[in-house]
Nanobody, 114 residues
Framework: QVQLVESGGGLVQPGGSLRLSCAAS????????IAWYRQAPGKERELVAT????????NYVDSVKGRFTISRDNAKNTAYLQMNSLKPEDTAVYYC???????WGQGTQVTVSS
């Protein structure tokens, strides 16, 4: 059974940090790039960051550059999104996607509020 399961979301104050995880099963994780998306209430889903299958190249949307870091551990079939200096505008449901196959996780809520 193919699964992507996000975890690590929660409520954090502005300026705080969270680390999201995306655990994969049921397919060969190492052959696919991974992307993190987010969707805020009333807005379209937005691509946040991507990482190649070997982790050698990453890309970020301008609004998170310098604050977020995407990484992966193919031995653990897991991708991560380290989010620092969080802002209220980062509030959204965060999703990971195995881009080669089009698989999505169920999402994890991140709320940045004082």
């Amino acid at each position: 059974q193919v699964q992507l399961v996000e975890s690590g979301g929660g409520l954090v104050q502005p300026g705080g940090s969270l680390r999201l995880s995306c655990a994969a099963s049921g397919f060969t994780f190492s052959v696919t790039a991974i992307a993190w998306y987010r969707q805020a209430p009333g807005k379209e889903r937005e691509l946040v960051a991507t990482i190649t299958r070997d982790g050698g190249s990453t890309n970020y949307v301008d609004s998170v550059k310098g604050r977020f870091t995407i990484s992966r551990d193919n031995a653990k079939n897991t991708a991560y999104l380290q989010m620092n200096s969080l802002k209220p505008e980062d509030t959204a449901v965060y999703y990971c996607k195995a881009t080669l196959f089009g698989f999505w996780g169920q999402g994890t809520q991140v709320t940045v509020s004082s």
